[in-house]
C-alpha cells in the first residue's frame, strides 16, 4: 500500500477517534457521517449544546487517550434489520436514515468497532488506534454543516481535524497555515480598509471602500489598455435577461443550480446575468458578418451574479457578485490556433507585469464516459480537432502544460491557467475555452470567401478570471505590499512637527502630485511614532519624513515599505526614482 493511501486510512481512523471522544464527551450525541478529507478529516456531529473552541483541546486529549489504548478496529458485516434495531437502540437517528438509504441501493452494511465505540463505515481502517501518532494530529476548526449539505435539512456542528505522518509535517502545516493566515485578503482587506461584506447588504456581496475601489479600477484599466492595443472592442451589457436567452444558450439546462431564482416582469420571466457569453453572441448576430470582418474580440467589465451556497463564500474568491475580465473572441477555423497563441501571450505580458511566475496552464478535456457532462456530444471529431488545436497552440508558446480529463467546459475542450495558493492548494485563476456549441445553438454564421456561410468557432477568455478573485488572489501572493505601480498612496509624507514643518510637507506632495505619484500628507495631532506605524499598518510603498533638515536642504528622509532604514534624498532625487518604478511596473 502506498504511503498516500496509507495516510488516508489514517486520517478516517481519526474521524472514528474522534468520534468516540465527543460520544464520552457528550452522551447525548448524535452522529452524521466523518470521512477523510485532504490533509485530515471531519466529522458532523448533532449535539446538545454549541461548541466552542475551548472544547477542541479537551476533546485532543481524550483521542489521544484512546489512541494509546491501542483499540483495534474490527469489522463486521449485519443485516439491514439488525443494523436498524442497534442504531435505533443507540438513538443514532442520522445512521438509521443512512442505512435506509442504503437499504434502497441494495448495498451491504458493514459496522466498525474500535474499544466500545461502534459506527456504520465501509472502510476500510488501520489495524488499530495506535497507529495514529499522538503528536502528529490536531483539531483545527469548529463550523455548521447541514445534514447531507440540504439547506432545508438541519444544520449539525462539523469539527474538522488534520493528521499527518509526523510531528514534523504537522508542525509544517501548522506553520503554512499560520502564515496563510496573516495574508488571507479578507483579513488584510479590513485591515487596510480595501472593501467589506455586510449582513445588511447581503452575503456575498462585496462593498468595495475608496482604497480598493482605486486598485480595482487600475486593474480595470490596465486591462481596458492592454485589451484595446490588442484589437479588442468593448461592450456593456445588461444585468439580467429573457429566460429565453438562456434556454437557448443551455444554461437553464447546465447551469440552473448556480443561477437565482427568476424574476417575474409582466408575466415573463428573467434571470439575473451568470454570464456575459449569450449577450455577446446576440451582439454578434446584430449583422452579416463577413470573413473579413473577422476576427471579432468583445470585452466586457459588466458584473455578473452566480447563487453560491452561503458555505462555500469566501470574501471576494467565492461571491455572489462579481466582475469578469470577460472576452469572447469569434474566429474562422484557420485563426483559431493564432488567436490562442495570442491569448496565451497576452497571458504571459500579465503576470510578468504582476510578478507571478509559479503559474502553469492546463489543458482541460472532455470525459466521454461522463454521460452527465459530456452525454450529449454529438461530433466528437470536432472536440477531438479543437483539443490538437489548444495544444499545438501551448507547444508553440513554450509554456508548460498538463492534460486532465474531465475538466472540459460542457461547451468543449479549454486551457486553464493553475497556480498554487497560500495553502499550497491548487487553484484556477483564468481560462480560456473553446466553444462550438454556442455558435450552433444561436445560429452565428459569416459569409466566408467562396459566399456561403460558415460557423465561426468562440473563444471564452479571461485573462485576470475576475477582477474581484484577482485582486484577492493578489492581497494573499503580497501580503497586501502591492507594488508601487499599483498602491492607491505611493508615498506618505511625515512632517515631524505639522506645525513647524507642515507646509514643507505640502510643497513636497505638490511636486510629487505633479510628477503622477500618488502621494499625501499625515498632518494628524498624533506623535512621529505612532504616524509611521499607521503607513506601515497601511503597507504604503513610502514614508518621507520630514523635519528641519530635511527643509534646509530640500530633501526628504525616505523609509521604504518593510525597513527601518532611512535614507536621506534630494526631493528630485527620490521622485525621479519613483516615477522610474511607476513606469517600469517594478
Known sequence: ????????????????????????????????????????????????????????????????????????????????????????????????????????????????????????????????????????????????????????????????????????????????????????????????????????????????????AFIRKKLEDYMYELERQSGYSFVYTPVLANEKLYKKSGHLSHYKDDMYNPIDIEGEKYYLKPMNCPHHHIMYKNKMMSYRDLPIRFSDFSPIHRFERSGVLTGLIRARCFSQNDSHIYCNQKQLKEELVNVLKMFKQVYADFNISDYWFRLSLPDFNNKDKFGDIENKETWLNSAEVARQALQQSGEKFEEVEGEAAFYGPKIDVQIENVLGKEDTI?????????????????????????????????????????????????????????????????????????????EVETQLIASGVRASVDASAEGLGKRIREAEKQKIPYMLVVGEKEMESNSVAVRGRGTKDQNVMKTDEFVEKIVAEIKDKK
Open 430 to 506: 483564468a481560462t480560456m475555452q473553446i466553444d462550438f456549441y454556442m455558435p450552433e445553438k444561436f445560429d452565428l454564421t459569416f459569409i466566408n470567401e467562396n459566399g456561403e456561410k460558415e460557423r465561426p468557432v468562440v473563444i471564452h477568455r479571461a485573462i485576470m478570471g475576475s477582477f474581484d478573485r484577482f485582486f484577492a488572489f493578489l492581497i494573499e501572493k503580497t501580503a497586501g505590499n502591492f507594488p508601487v505601480w499599483l498602491s492607491s498612496v505611493q508615498a506618505m509624507i511625515i512632517p515631524v512637527s505639522e506645525e513647524k514643518f507642515g507646509a514643507y510637507a505640502k
Open 1 to 212: 500500500m502506498s504511503n498516500k493511501n496509507q495516510l488516508e486510512l489514517i486520517r478516517h481512523s481519526a474521524a472514528h477517534v474522534l468520534a468516540a471522544a465527543v460520544l464520552e464527551m457528550f452522551p447525548e450525541a448524535k452522529f452524521g457521517t466523518g470521512p477523510a478529507i485532504e490533509n485530515g478529516f471531519y466529522y458532523d456531529f448533532d449535539l446538545p449544546r454549541t461548541l466552542i473552541p475551548e472544547d477542541l483541546p479537551i476533546l485532543e486529549e481524550k483521542m489521544k487517550a484512546i489512541i494509546k489504548a491501542n483499540h483495534k478496529f474490527e469489522r463486521a458485516e449485519i443485516s439491514v434489520e439488525d443494523a436498524k434495531k442497534d442504531f435505533m437502540a443507540l438513538g443514532q437517528d442520522y445512521k438509521v436514515e443512512l442505512i435506509r438509504d442504503l437499504e434502497k441501493e441494495g448495498q451491504k452494511i458493514s459496522v466498525y468497532k474500535s474499544g466500545g465505540f461502534v459506527d456504520l463505515c465501509a472502510g476500510p481502517h488501520i489495524d488499530s488506534t495506535g497507529e495514529i501518532k499522538v503528536d502528529a494530529f490536531k483539531l483545527t476548526k469548529i463550523s455548521g454543516a447541514y445534514w447531507k449539505a440540504d439547506e432545508n435539512n438541519k444544520q449539525m456542528q462539523r469539527i474538522y481535524g488534520v493528521v499527518f505522518e509526523s510531528k514534523n509535517d504537522l508542525k509544517e502545516y501548522l506553520h503554512m497555515l499560520e502564515e496563510a493566515e496573516k495574508r488571507d485578503h479578507r483579513k488584510i482587506g479590513q485591515e487596510m480598509e480595501l472593501f467589506m461584506i455586510s449582513e445588511e447588504v447581503g452575503k456575498g456581496l462585496p462593498l468595495w471602500l475608496p482604497k480598493g
